[in-house]
C-alpha cells in the first residue's frame, strides 16, 4: 500500500518536476518568474492531442511536436512581452507575465471550449508486477521520460557551451554580458529550454490524467511554481528534488485520508521550508556583498 | 470659466445619451408583449408565464423548457382550450442572471398578469423568483428546481421535478437488493454542493437497506489525478461505487479505476448524465449507472409519454426530448389540470387543487405532491452505459416514504 502510493506520488512528481524546471532556470537568469509558464504546459498538452487526433502520430512523435511548438511560443513571449520590460521595475514583467498567461487561457478557452477534452488513448494500459507493487505502462513512460529529459538537460547545463553561458548569467548577469556572452541569446534559449520541459510535462500529464482543459495549467502552474520555490528557486536539482517532494506528500496526504486537504499540502509544505530554510531545500545562502 | 461650461456641456449630452438609449431599450423590450396583448386582447386567454433563459449559461434548460410548454398549451388549445379559453405561454428571456430574473418574474405578473410561471429550471433563480410569486399570490411551478429551500417558500410555490432525496434511495434499494452491493465505495467532490448534498442522502439510504460502506474518499471537482485514491479504494474489495460527483470527474476516475485493474462499475445522479462522460472516461465508464427522472425510451413508454416523444421528434428533426422539456411540458399540463378541476384560473382558487395533485399521469411518469407541495414521481429511470451510449437498465417505482 505505502509503495504503492509512493509510485503514485513519484509519478505526479516527475511531472511537477519537469514544469518546475522552468520556472527556477528564467528564475535563475533574470529573476523573473514566469507566471506563464503554466500556460505553455497547457498549450503543450493540446499540441499533444492535436497531433495524436489530427495527424495520428504516436506518443513520442506528438510529444517533439509539442516541444518544438511550446519552445517557438516561449521564446516569442520572452521576445514580445518580457524583453522591452528587461531594464524596467521588476514588477512590470511580472504582470506582463500574468498577462501572457490569461491570454494563452482565454485563447484556448475560445478556440476549443471550457469543456475538457478527452486525451486519446495511445499507450496500452497494462500493469507490470514490481514485488508488492503494480506500476502501469503509462507510469512507467513518464518515469522513463522525465528522468531523460532531466539527465539531459543537466548534460547541457554542465558541459554544453551555452549551458556554461547559462551558468554565467545566472552568476551575475552584467559581468557575463561584458565577458562577451551574448546574453539576449542565452535568455532565448533558457526560454526554449523551459518551455520544452512544459511541453513534455504537458504531453505526459494529458496521457496520465486522460484530459486536456484550458485552465489545467493554473492548478499545475502553481503547484510546479511552489516546488521551484520549495527546492530553492534558481537550482536546477532543488526543481526536481521539489517536485517529486511535492508529488510524494500530495499523495501520501490523500492515503492518509487527508485527500480535502490535498492542495493544500504544497502550500503548508512550502511555508513550513521557507520558514526553517528561507532560500529552500537546495537554495544557496544568501551571500552579503560587502 | 470656458473649460467649466465644455464639462457641463459634455455631462449633459452624456445624460442625454443614456437616458435615450435606456428609454428606447424599455420600449423595445416592452413593445412585444403589448403586441402580442392587443391581438389577443386580455381576458380572452389565460396566460401562463415562462421563466428562463433563452442566451446565456443556462440557456439549454430554459430552451427545452419552453419547446415543452409550447407543446403542452397547442395540445391543450386544439383540444378546445381551458374554461372555454385559449391557453397563452407569455416567454421571456432572463439570459441566465438571477437580477434580471426578478425583473422578469415582475413583470410577467404585473404586466402580462399570468396566473402561474413555470420555472426557472435552476434552484437558485427559483429561489429568487418564488418569492415574488408568493407574495404577489401567483402559482409557480419550477420545472427543473431538485435543491432545497424552494417549496419552503410557501403555498404558491410547486416544482415537478425528480428529487435526489427519492431517486437515490430508490437506486440504492436497486443496487443492494437486486445487484447484490454490500459493500460499496463513497467517492464525493467536496468543492461541489450537488455531490456533498447527494452523498448525505446515499448514505442514509445505504445504511436503511444494509450496505456497508468501507471506504470514503474525497475528490474536488477540476481533479485530474485520482491515483492515491483509487489506490485507497483498491484496498477495500468493493462491489460498487458510489459517485456523487459531475461526468468530468466521473469519467476520468473510472478510467484511473481500470487503469489499476479493478473492475467494479459506479453508480451516480443525474450530474452524471452527459455523453461526455464516456467521451473522457471510454471504455472504463462501460456499465457505470445513472438515474433520472425522464428518459425517452419508446419501448418502455407509456401512451402519453410515447405521443409527447414522438410530437417532439416531429417538430425537432427527430432529436429526442429531454429531461426539461418533458418537465416543461408536464408544468403546464399540471397547472391546465388543476384550472379545469378548480373551474377558476384565480391562482389563489387553483392552488388548492393543485396541491392536491395525486396519481396524476404525465410524460415523465406519475406525479403526486406531498402534504409539502413535494412533488413524489415515479418510475425512476435507472441507464447504464452500453456501447457509449445509454441503455435503460432498470424502471424503479417509487412510493413515498
Known amino acids: 500500500m505505502f509503495w504503492q502510493q509512493l509510485i503514485n506520488g513519484l509519478t505526479l512528481g516527475a511531472t511537477y518536476a519537469l514544469i518546475a524546471l522552468g520556472y527556477t532556470m528564467v528564475y535563475g537568469i533574470i529573476q523573473l518568474i514566469n507566471f506563464a509558464h503554466g500556460e505553455i504546459f497547457m498549450v503543450g498538452a493540446f499540441v499533444g492531442v492535436l497531433a495524436i487526433t489530427i495527424l495520428k502520430v504516436n506518443i513520442f512523435v506528438a510529444m ?7 519552445m517557438a511560443l516561449g521564446v516569442t513571449a520572452e521576445r514580445i512581452a518580457y524583453r522591452p520590460l528587461r531594464r524596467s521595475d521588476r514588477l512590470a514583467p511580472l504582470i506582463s507575465a500574468i498577462g501572457v498567461s490569461i491570454f494563452l487561457q482565454t485563447l484556448m478557452t475560445v478556440i476549443f471550449g471550457p469543456q475538457p477534452q478527452a486525451f486519446p488513448q495511445v499507450v496500452e494500459d497494462a500493469l507490470y508486477k514490481l514485488g508488492p507493487v503494480q506500476v502501469s505502462r503509462v507510469q512507467i513512460i513518464i518515469l522513463v521520460v522525465a528522468s531523460f529529459l532531466m539527465v539531459g538537460l543537466h548534460l547541457i547545463v554542465k558541459y554544453v557551451k551555452i549551458g556554461k553561458a547559462m551558468r554565467a548569467a545566472s552568476e551575475d548577469y552584467d559581468t557575463a554580458a561584458l565577458m562577451g556572452i551574448n546574453v539576449n541569446r542565452v535568455i532565448s534559449f533558457t526560454f526554449a529550454l523551459g518551455s520544452l520541459l512544459a511541453a513534455a510535462g504537458g504531453v505526459l500529464v494529458g496521457m496520465y490524467f486522460n484530459s486536456v482543459f484550458p485552465l489545467m495549467g493554473v492548478q499545475a502552474g502553481l503547484k510546479a511554481f511552489c516546488a521551484a520555490v520549495l527546492g530553492g528557486i534558481g537550482s536546477i536539482p532543488g526543481a526536481m528534488l521539489g517536485g517529486i517532494f511535492l508529488g510524494i506528500a500530495e499523495v501520501l496526504g490523500i492515503a492518509a485520508g487527508y485527500g480535502d486537504y490535498k492542495d493544500a499540502v504544497a502550500f503548508t509544505l512550502l511555508i513550513l521550508v521557507l520558514l526553517f530554510r528561507p532560500t529552500g531545500l537546495l537554495g544557496r545562502p544568501v551571500q552579503r556583498k560587502v | 470659466m470656458m473649460r467649466r461650461t465644455w464639462w457641463l456641456l459634455a455631462i449633459a449630452m452624456l445624460a442625454l445619451v443614456l437616458v435615450a438609449t435606456g428609454c428606447g431599450g424599455g420600449q423595445a423590450d416592452k413593445g412585444k408583449p403589448a403586441q402580442e396583448q392587443s391581438a389577443t386582447p386580455s381576458g380572452e386567454t389565460i396566460k401562463i408565464g415562462f421563466l428562463g433563459a433563452k442566451t446565456g449559461n443556462h440557456a439549454s434548460y430554459g430552451i427545452e423548457t419552453l419547446k415543452g410548454m409550447k407543446m403542452a398549451a397547442d395540445d391543450i388549445n386544439a383540444a378546445g382550450g381551458l374554461l372555454g379559453k385559449k391557453v397563452e405561454i407569455i416567454e421571456d428571456d432572463h439570459r441566465s442572471n438571477p437580477s434580471e430574473a426578478a425583473t422578469v418574474t415582475q413583470k410577467l405578473i404585473n404586466n402580462n398578469k399570468v396566473v402561474a ?45 425528480l428529487l435526489d432525496a427519492l431517486a437515490a434511495p430508490a437506486v440504492t434499494k436497486y443496487c443492494v437488493e437486486t445487484l447484490g ?10 468543492n461541489n454542493d450537488y455531490s456533498v448534498g447527494l452523498t448525505k442522502i446515499f448514505k442514509d439510504a445505504l445504511a436503511k437497506y444494509g450496505a456497508q460502506i468501507v471506504i470514503e474518499q474525497s475528490i474536488k471537482d ?77 419501448n418502455n413508454a407509456g401512451e402519453k409519454t410515447k405521443a409527447f416523444v414522438q410530437a417532439y421528434q416531429k417538430a425537432n428533426n427527430n432529436a429526442l426530448p429531454d429531461m426539461f422539456s418533458a418537465q416543461g411540458y408536464d408544468a403546464v399540463m399540471l397547472i391546465a389540470d388543476a384550472i379545469k378541476k378548480a373551474n377558476s384560473a384565480d391562482p389563489s382558487v387553483f392552488k388548492n387543487e393543485l396541491a392536491k395533485t395525486q396519481n396524476w399521469q404525465g410524460v415523465t411518469g406519475t406525479i403526486s405532491f406531498g402534504p409539502n407541495r413535494e412533488p413524489v414521481k415515479s418510475p425512476v429511470f435507472l441507464l447504464e452505459v452500453k456501447e457509449q451510449k445509454w441503455a435503460v437498465k432498470a424502471v424503479i417505482p417509487v412510493t413515498a416514504q
Request: glycine share 14%; proline share 3%; net charge neutral.
Open chain 2, 222 to 298: 477540476g481533479d485530474q489525478n485520482f491515483s492515491a485514491q483509487v489506490t485507497n479504494i483498491k484496498q477495500k474489495a468493493v462491489d460498487g461505487i458510489v459517485f456523487t460527483g459531475y461526468y468530468t470527474e466521473g469519467g476520468l476516475f473510472m478510467k484511473e479505476v481500470r487503469k489499476q485493474g479493478l473492475k467494479q462499475v459506479m453508480v451516480g445522479g443525474d450530474g452524471l448524465l452527459s455523453p461526455k462522460l464516456w467521451e473522457l472516461g471510454g471504455n472504463a465508464v462501460e456499465g457505470s449507472m445513472v438515474y433520472t427522472g425522464f428518459y425517452p425510451d419508446l
Open chain 1, 64 to 70: 517533439f511536436l509539442a516541444m518544438l511548438v511550446c
Open chain 2, 181 to 190: 452491493w454490500k459493500k460499496v465505495a463513497l467517492v464525493t467532490s467536496v
Open chain 2, 117 to 161: 410561471i413555470v420555472g426557472d429550471p435552476t434552484t437558485g433563480i427559483t429561489k429568487v423568483a418564488g418569492n415574488i410569486a408568493q407574495q404577489s399570490k401567483v402559482v409557480l411551478l419550477s420545472a427543473g428546481a431538485v435543491g432545497p429551500g424552494v417549496v419552503e417558500i410557501g403555498d404558491y410555490i410547486f416544482r415537478d421535478t
